[in-house]
């Protein structure tokens, strides 16, 4: 599976910028989608952040799935790799 990486960074209450990529079907191109897929993500989370926009979220590549990644996809319609200040 082909899936396109959407490369995010947001601010934290606390100032610190998280850093995380949120994978999607290649085919997958709403933005609207895909920012509310992020949004989820930090809804989770234990601290407040910022909303995504096309400041803090754009496309940047589309590479081929692990079959890890292949699963989440298939369960939740997305994937987040976490990079930085994401805990």
Not at 21 to 39: A, C, E, M, R, T
Request: hydrophobic letters at 35%.
């Amino acid at each position: 599976m082909k899936v396109s990486v959407w490369d995010t960074y947001v601010k934290r209450q606390d100032g610190l910028i998280m850093h995380f990529d949120i994978l999607v079907p290649s085919n997958v191109i709403d933005k609207v989608k895909i920012f509310q897929y992020g949004n989820d993500y930090l809804q989770q989370k234990p601290f407040k952040t910022s909303e995504l926009s096309t400041k803090e979220c754009v496309f940047c590549h589309i590479e081929s799935a692990t079959p890890s990644i292949i699963s989440e996809i298939q369960h939740k319609g997305f994937s987040i790799i976490e990079m930085e200040n994401c805990n």
